[in-house]
């Protein structure tokens, strides 16, 4: 499924279109929190205007609704803090595809970036409409998807746009080319022992990528919440744990389908209370009293996870195994998380708060792929094709 890259297309006096995500927290006075996600998107950005592209950037922020007054969700700050990156004059449209961003794409010049307005100020963009989109593809030569955390969704600068550009270049930017070589290529030709480690709060939002990987994987290792509900489809006592009662059937039919392949713990570290000064007890798995819930993983499991994930050549976690915001009961996640860290095992970590996790305990970079989508990794672990990859161009 490898496909064209921005690398691979000649920009040089070409106007390219790309779909960033830009979607990054603002503070009540609408500075930007946290930029990973502009940094990030640098690499293509600067691929294209180091080349002599005119660049064009659109992206989503939050929810906005259309038509209101929109003011906190603008996309300028932003492109502010993209200037600051780049070192040079960021353009902003302060609309997506009216006036302002004509008149600002007609004036690009080779090596300029311009930044339209939020894309969710129309409805066009959700409703994946062909009219909205026709006039963002209008915009350009060629097409690049950079905006992985978006890929699962078919909002119209996502599938319509590119859709509207055929017969031009329709490409992946660098941090999509990264995602799909991890979360889709590496896993359909794993190294093995391929080890799948997944936790979490709810076995509900994960129940498809748990079926789809135990059909790919050596072994599936559960942890976190989930794994009480497990616990009870098997008969066991989990206190207070966090549980889903109507997920507890479908548990059962997972024990059926995973076989030996799917490993739940033995030992679960509780506590009587939801903090750090607890009571605390260690116990069996399926012997948790009444008055106790389950917070994380035990140290049997934990050391019998961090062996199986030792001899692993490719691994994919998942979730935390416990309540890992709160210490002591971060511990299994942490051991978890040091044996994915020290393996030579292709390692590729989801989103979301595993992705959390393993910057939290100092371990990202000794990983091999820390995805950036928490929806978009979860539906690519399920086996899912995203139709806004599936239509871009073949390498
Ligand atoms: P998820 O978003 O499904 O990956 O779940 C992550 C959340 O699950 C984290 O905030 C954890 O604190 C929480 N979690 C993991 N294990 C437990 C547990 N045993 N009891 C309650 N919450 C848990």
Redesign the pocket.
């Known amino acids: 499924m490898a496909k064209k890259s921005i690398a691979d297309v000649n920009v040089a006096g070409k106007t390219v279109l790309m779909r960033v995500d830009f979607n990054v927290p603002l503070d009540d006075n609408s500075n930007v929190t946290d930029d990973r996600r502009v940094r990030m998107a640098v690499p293509s950005i600067k691929s294209v205007i180091d080349r002599g592209g005119k660049l064009i950037l659109c992206s989503h922020l939050g929810r906005p609704e259309p038509g209101q007054d929109n003011s906190k969700e603008s996309l300028k700050p932003a492109a502010d803090v993209l200037a600051t990156l780049l070192g040079k004059p960021v353009a902003f449209a302060t609309d997506a595809v009216d006036a302002d961003a004509s008149a600002k794409v007609a004036a690009l010049k080779d090596g300029d970036v311009l930044v339209l307005e939020n894309l969710r100020f129309y409805k066009g963009e959700k409703k994946g409409d062909a009219a909205f989109a026709a006039k963002l593809a209008g915009f350009a030569d060629i097409y690049c998807n950079d905006a992985f955390g978006t890929c699962h969704r078919t909002d119209a600068s996502m599938v319509a746009v590119p859709q509207a550009m055929i017969g031009k270049p329709r490409v992946v930017g660098f941090l999509v080319q990264k995602e799909i070589q991890y979360l889709s290529d590496a896993i359909a030709n794993p190294q093995r022992p391929f080890i799948a480690i997944l ?4 076995v509900s ?2 129940i498809n990528v748990i079926k789809n990987l135990l059909t790919i994987c050596d072994k599936v290792l559960i ?6 509900t497990f616990s009870l489809a098997m008969g066991g006592k989990v206190g207070q ?2 549980v889903e009662l109507d997920k507890v059937e479908l548990a059962k039919e997972l024990i059926q389908l995973g076989g030996s392949r799917l490993v739940l713990p033995t030992d679960t570290h509780c506590g009587d209370a939801f903090n750090s000064d607890c009571n605390k007890v260690v116990v069996k798995a399926g012997e948790i009293p009444d008055t106790f ?4 993983i035990g140290p049997a499991t934990a050391a019998q996870y961090a062996q199986e994930l030792k001899n692993a050549k490719t691994v994919v976690w ?9 210490p002591p ?1 971060d511990a299994g996640t942490r051991i978890v998380a040091e044996a994915i860290a020290n393996s030579s095992a292709t390692s590729i970590i989801g989103g ?3 992705a959390a996790a393993i910057q939290q305990l100092g371990f990202a970079d000794k990983v091999s792929h820390v995805s950036t989508g928490g929806g978009a990794s979860l539906s690519m672990l399920e086996g899912q094709k995203f139709a806004a990859v599936e239509l871009l161009d073949e390498a």
């Open positions: 936790g979490g709060a709810k939002d994960k942890g976190g919440a989930m794994a009480y744990s966090r819930q389950g917070f994380d998942n979730g935390p195994m416990g309540v890992f915001e709160m009961f979301g708060d595993s």
